[in-house]
């Protein structure tokens, strides 16, 4: 079987190179047309010996992600793909524009085996991990297709990067390369339900990047309830890698708590969230939960959610809300990829 020769980074390039006897700046120029220019094709690497080109295609393949639905909200130009990849898997992006530049939020797994109850991503489950490749090739299909330069990714979009671990370093390994897009790693958030063993591992590779936590409750008894992977590794034990996290790597932990009306939204789960997050260099996200038709989560109103930004803020925790971006296109991710897929069956 042929493997996708955009999922390897510089250092492998320059690896098959010597293996083929070919020089070294050879890895530096393909490398360029994969991951620069985003060429499709063997025959656009134009400075290539069509020989090389030739040997290349018999054993590899370039990534595809190509659109198949489009959708542009009205109220914030917020705007949502669904992608095709080459086995007919689709996954889904979104693009949002913020005053600093696009940021565009990747989908790193077709589908998802964690299982939190309030999510449409993990309804069927995982199909596949996402290789490095198709993980940037969302990115190079927005920013063509938008014709605007893409400077803030966020691991958001469907799956659990952790859970994909090798892959999603190869990505930001990859993206982070000035011969590639030469995007800041400063600019790059991991979003996690929480797999503390691979936080850990995170930690270890000193990245600069953002490491944000869906954490969604403060006691172990919610968020059981929630999220299946709390049973596995539970909050205290999820916090403790936090505060390593953000005392190793001096970077600020962001924490995700999307709130559901009358499960984790009380005066008391503000209270308990506070004396978890207590002495921590962090940030809490406050988000209303978006509907998702198979599951039956009600939004908290707007003052049950400003009461309990305001309770976080009173005791010394740094909370936001966030804004709700594309709402008229069902920008939260794993919907659309839902739907696509029910057709198909
Ligand atoms: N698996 C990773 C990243 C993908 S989910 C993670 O769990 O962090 C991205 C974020 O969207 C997570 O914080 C997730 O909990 C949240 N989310 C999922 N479904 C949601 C919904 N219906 N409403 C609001 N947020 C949701």
Redesign the pocket.
Do not use: K, Q
């Given at each position: 079987m042929k493997k996708d020769i955009s999922a390897l980074t510089l250092a492998e390039l320059t690896d098959l190179a010597a293996s083929l006897n070919e020089p070294a700046f050879r890895a530096g120029q393909i490398f360029g047309w994969l991951h620069d220019r985003a060429v499709s094709s063997f025959d656009e690497m134009t400075n290539i010996p069509s020989s090389l080109r030739g040997r290349l295609e018999e054993e590899y393949y370039i990534a595809s992600c190509d659109i198949e639905e489009k959708y542009v909200s009205k109220a914030d130009g917020t705007v949502k793909y669904l992608f095709r990849l080459f086995d007919g898997e689709y996954i889904e992006s979104v693009v949002m524009k913020y005053k600093y530049g696009s940021t565009i939020c990747v989908s790193s797994q077709a589908g998802?085996r964690?299982g939190?109850r309030?999510?449409?991503s993990t309804i069927a489950g995982l199909k596949r991990n996402l290789t490095a490749a198709e993980i940037e090739r969302q990115l190079h299909s927005a920013q063509k297709d938008l014709g605007v330069r893409i400077s803030h990714i966020v691991l958001?979009?469907i799956?659990?990067?952790l859970d994909n671990f090798d892959n999603v370093m190869d990505f930001i390994k990859n993206v982070t390369d000035p011969k590639g897009l030469n995007i800041s790693a400063r600019n790059i958030t991991l979003?996690?339900?929480g797999i503390v063993p691979r936080i850990y591992e995170l930690m270890e590779k000193r990245l600069q990047i953002t490491l944000?936590v869906?954490l969604?409750a403060p006691n172990d008894g919610i968020r059981n309830s929630i999220m299946p992977v709390n049973s596995k590794w539970g909050v205290s034990e999820l916090i403790a890698a936090c505060r390593e996290y953000a005392n190793t790597t001096s970077r600020r932990v962001s924490f995700?708590y999307?709130l559901i009306s009358g499960v984790n939204d009380s005066d008391e789960c503000a209270l308990e969230l506070a004396e978890l997050l207590k002495g921590m260099l962090c940030h809490v996200n406050l988000?209303p939960?978006?509907d998702?038709t198979e599951?039956k989560n009600t939004r908290s109103s707007a003052p049950r959610i400003n009461k309990f930004a305001h309770i976080l803020q009173k005791s010394g925790i740094n909370a936001t809300i966030r804004r709700t971006l594309g709402s008229d296109i069902n920008a939260?991710c794993g919907q659309l990829r839902r739907k696509r897929s029910e057709v198909a069956q």
């Open positions: 998802c964690m939190c309030f999510c449409a958001m979009g799956g659990e990067p979003s996690t339900c944000t869906s969604h995700e999307t988000i939960v978006n998702v599951r939260s």
